[in-house]
T-cell receptor
Framework: AQSVSQHNHHVILSEAASLELGCNYS??????LFWYVQYPGQHLQLLLK??????LVKGIKGFEAEFIKSKFSFNLRKPSVQWSDTAEYFC????????????FGDGTTLTVKP | SQTIHQWPATLVQPVGSPLSLECTVE??????LYWYRQAAGRGLQLLFY??????ISSEVPQNLSASRPQDRQFILSSKKLLLSDSGFYLC????????????FGEGSRLTVL
């Protein structure tokens, strides 16, 4: 079974700092990749996704992620964070042959100080 | 547009009592439906998923069960709750034949005393 590792459990940044959250997965074949975000008091929602094509994908609110197949990674980035980016971020992966079953990482809590 | 509703939002139950959490999806047909449990600092664990009415797959052995009596209704149940069933439960749906991107409900916080 595939597994997902998010190396940073809690990240604290000041506004305008750059962000990179790591995500690595264990499966060697073709995968679908996702980042979900949960803002305080809100439900979990999709931030961005990768299925195929350009390995650099852009999501909402200025976030982007790069799929590097050789490194089994799908890191999330944002050049300049805002206080409103404070949230918990989850990386997830599924297999196209069984897309209904996504495996999630343990999540990274991002705190942005104003 | 599609929406997902989950209730109750908060539930406090004694050990040994039954449980029923409900989830409904609107605005789509034949969705895949899921129950996840979210533990603090531990991410999301898939408990059950369903690709159609009456079709339930269980991912982990546990004290819980799921049912799908209608196309867009998914229910999480227990006959007798255990302390270890406490947690935050999330219902989600995805499109049939899609890439598995999930749309989540607001969640239900269950405390078993």
């Amino acid at each position: 079974a595939q597994s997902v590792s998010q190396h940073n459990h809690h990240v604290i940044l000041s506004e305008a700092a750059s962000l990179e959250l790591g995500c690595n997965y264990s499966y060697g074949g073709t995968v679908n990749l996702f980042w979900y975000v949960q803002y305080p008091g809100q439900h979990l929602q999709l931030l961005l996704k990768y299925f195929s094509g350009d390995p650099l994908v852009k999501g909402i609110k200025g976030f982007e992620a790069e799929f590097i197949k050789s490194k089994f990674s799908f890191n999330l980035r944002k050049p300049s964070v805002q206080w409103s980016d404070t949230a918990e971020y989850f990386c997830a992966v599924n297999l196209p042959t069984n897309a209904g079953k996504s495996t999630f990482g343990d999540g990274t809590t991002l705190t942005v100080k104003p | 547009s599609q929406t997902i509703h989950q209730w109750p939002a908060t539930l406090v139950q004694p050990v040994g009592s039954p449980l029923s959490l409900e989830c409904t999806v609107e605005g789509t047909s034949n969705p895949n439906l899921y129950w996840y449990r979210q533990a603090a600092g531990r991410g999301l664990q898939l408990l059950f998923y369903s690709v159609g009415i009456g079709q339930i797959s269980s991912e982990v052995p546990q004290n819980l069960s799921a049912s799908r009596p209608q196309d867009r209704q998914f229910i999480l149940s227990s006959k007798k709750l255990l302390l270890s069933d406490s947690g935050f439960y999330l219902c989600a749906w995805s499109r049939t034949g899609g890439h598995g991107e999930l749309f989540f409900g607001e969640g239900s916080r269950l405390t078993v005393l």
